[in-house]
């Protein structure tokens, strides 16, 4: 059932067992493992079917440090949340990504990669893919076109991509329908409200830009609005605790982590669809798309000391073309052409083919070999470092509910430059061995007195601002994302996430949120 903020009659204020904060991808991924059970299930989302009701004004904030693309381009408020933005890649992380490096400071989560892929089968369900997608199999139904690499430093790492992404729009009729769980429309959550010892959520202060405030009652509250804004709900809600729920040592907003994307060289390919073909070429099985890409080896990332990292072919410079096509896109499918500007749309059209390869390239589909050319760019996406310094942060300024905006510091380190420097040299030394062709890096990769942040960006990923942790001094949720410290609040989405690797985070974000829907359960069925 669905019921509107903006009409008061049909507002039933029931306590329910569970309240979920957001529909994006962890959201709906979690309130879909309760469909027709005992337990009774309230979505609360702050936008609506529209993809713009106006609330999305509210996730504007002020950028402190280097660009981050993440906080507007990156969220989007309304049912289904950002899968209406994702491209449909899924991508396991690696083993080693779960794992302590002594070379990353910060590194390691407190469950085994082992516990997290056991809910991957469940996730690829989610989908619309097979349940043994990625583990390993997948590449038996077709060949590996590859170009001979030295798999002691570069391994082929693959993705699906799900022909059931816009999450919203597969659950909308199931959930009309459903006796168990309701989904509020256009009621935006403005603070976590806690009972009189501080140990418990007692309810969340919702508001409706028409309508007074309202409080929902429950006896579980997950918060998965995105690592942004998961944080901010956290550090805003202060009657109780002067830093924030779950933030009495300082934790909440830290460790800011996004995947950080470079343009590192520029390939003049001897033969372009050889090229193509052995980097990312994209195969369908059995109704499938997968895309293949070069990874960092796990021998190389030690040997080196680097972060995890992943490369394809580009033809085009990515900077000037994705973030409007973005915006157009946007714009075209909520019909409200204002939210992408003149200049956007001039951008895409005097640059048709680059608009249709970063398109392909991010929906995964194959490049057609009139659409290649002989100069080719290698970029590459590397792990961002854990850094408490990096954060999101509570402004001065308010938005149109009072609610303190987002202030970002967005901080990247050496360690990040270097894996790009070392992602670089390693394909150079390859391509050039195996006589792909010509490969020139750009000055700013070598050059250690360039500003090199101007040539690097997010890639709309943001995690890890609610980390994970087997212990309340070094993160602020527990191994089932319990808050330490609140008994019942609970944290779905990347933003629990200790560590990112290179790989998309829906597929593992997702993973977890089952994970948690089943703790949840055993917990429920035990009172």
Not at 347 to 356: D, E, L, Q, S
Not at 437 to 453: A, H, K, L, P, T
């Amino acid at each position: 059932m669905f019921i509107d903020a903006f009409r008061s009659e049909e507002i039933s204020l029931s306590e329910v067992d569970i309240c979920i904060v957001g529909s994006g991808v962890a959201g709906l991924s979690l309130a879909r493992e309760f469909l027709d059970s005992k337990y009774t299930v309230l979505v609360v989302e702050s936008g609506d079917f529209s993809g713009d009701n106006g609330t999305n004004a509210l996730n504007a904030g002020i950028i402190d440090g280097l660009p981050y693309r993440a906080l507007i381009n990156g969220r989007t408020r309304g049912f289904g949340g950002t899968s209406e933005l994702w491209g449909g890649q899924c991508t396991r992380m690696n083993k080693l990504d779960f794992e302590q490096r002594d070379w990353v400071p910060f590194s390691g989560w407190p469950i085994t990669y082992d516990e997290v892929a056991g809910f991957y089968p469940r996730a690829a369900e989610v989908f619309g893919l097979r349940r043994d997608v990625l583990d390993g199999t997948c590449t038996q139904d077709f060949p590996i076109n590859e170009l001979g690499i030295d798999h002691t430093t570069l391994q082929t790492v693959y993705s699906a991509f799900s022909p059931k992404r816009f999450l919203g729009r597969e659950l909308r009729a199931i959930l009309e329908q459903s006796s168990n769980i309701s989904v509020l429309l256009n009621g935006t959550v403005t603070e976590l409200l806690q009972d009189e010892s501080g140990s418990r959520i007692s309810g969340v202060s919702v508001r409706a830009s028409n309508r007074s405030e309202l409080t929902i009652r429950a006896k579980t509250f997950v918060l998965s609005c995105g690592a942004i804004e998961n944080a901010r709900l956290l550090l805003v809600s202060r009657r109780k605790e002067e830093k924030g729920v779950g933030n009495r040592r300082d934790l909440v907003g830290r460790f800011l982590q996004d995947h950080v994307i470079a343009t590192v060289a520029e390939i003049d390919a001897k033969e372009p669809r050889t090229l193509y073909r052995g980097v990312c070429l994209v195969r369908r099985s059995g109704g499938i798309r997968y895309s293949q890409k070069l990874g960092l080896s796990d021998d190389l990332q030690k040997k080196n000391r680097v972060l995890n990292g992943v490369a394809t072919i580009e033809y085009d410079d990515n900077n000037v073309i994705v973030e409007p096509l973005v915006r157009v896109y946007r714009a075209l499918r909520t019909k409200n052409l204002r939210q992408a500007g003149l200049r956007d749309y001039m951008t895409v059209m005097a640059h048709p083919m680059a608009a249709i390869r970063a398109a392909a390239t991010n929906l995964g589909y194959a490049l057609p070999s009139a659409a290649l050319g002989g100069s080719a760019r290698l970029s590459c996406v590397v792990e961002q470092a854990p850094n408490p310094d990096s954060r999101i942060l509570l402004s001065d300024s308010l938005d149109s509910l009072g609610v303190p905006r987002i202030k970002v510091q967005w901080i990247l380190t050496d360690s990040e430059r270097n894996t790009l420097r070392v992602m670089a040299e390693t394909f150079t030394e390859e391509f050039n061995r195996l006589g792909i062709g010509s490969v020139s890096r750009f000055d700013w990769i070598d050059d250690d007195g360039s500003d090199w942040g101007k040539n690097v960006c997010d890639i709309l990923h943001a995690s890890g601002t609610t980390r994970m942790s087997d212990n309340p001094g070094s993160g602020v949720v527990n191994t089932n994302c319990k808050v330490f410290d609140v008994e019942n609040l609970y944290l779905a989405g990347s933003s629990v996430f200790p560590t990112s690797g290179y790989a998309n985070p829906v597929f593992t974000m997702t993973a977890l949120a089952i994970r948690l829907g089943d703790h949840l359960k055993l917990n429920l069925s035990a009172e």
